[in-house]
């Protein structure tokens, strides 16, 4: 029991570290107007990306953080932040950015691998020892 509450501890302190920064990050892109020219270096569009993909972080950070949301689609959330996250490191290795352009991707997505990790703990029933389901 104690073993389940610090996972669960666990998993809400990185979960929220994690929704933070994709909520700044989502603010900074709507509220900066520089973003389209950095978005438009990195070889996206300039035009509305930025809009859609700080529309889609908001409403990840909801599913994530709502309770009542199901699994399922907290799942297909975590797979959006993922594709995003990798997106962002390609592009600026792509751009041959320096290592510093590459700490804030990498930091948020370390955030996201512990939040997801200590989320699958959490969501995976507990089997007794040996038994096996062939169904999932």
């Not at 920064?21 to 930025?50: D, K, Q």
């Not at 600026?92 to 997801?116: E, F, I, N, R």
Request: proline share 4%; hydrophobic share 50%.
């Amino acid at each position: 029991m104690k073993g389940s509450k610090r996972f669960v501890a666990a998993f809400w302190i990185f979960t929220a570290l994690f929704c933070l920064e994709m909520t700044f990050t989502a603010y900074y892109e709507l509220a900066n107007p520089g973003v389209g020219r950095n978005f438009a270096r990195l070889g996206f569009s300039n035009h509305a990306f930025h809009v859609e993909l700080s529309v889609a972080k908001v409403l990840g950070v909801l599913a994530l953080l709502v309770p009542m949301v199901p699994a399922r689609l907290k799942e297909w959330a975590y797979v959006g932040f993922a594709i995003n996250l990798v997106s962002a490191l390609i592009a600026h290795l792509s751009m041959g950015d320096g290592w510093q352009a590459l700490v804030p991707s990498a930091t948020t997505s370390l955030l996201w691998a512990l939040s997801y990790f200590f989320w699958r703990l959490q969501a995976t029933p507990s089997r007794p020892h040996g038994s096996s389901n062939t169904n999932e």
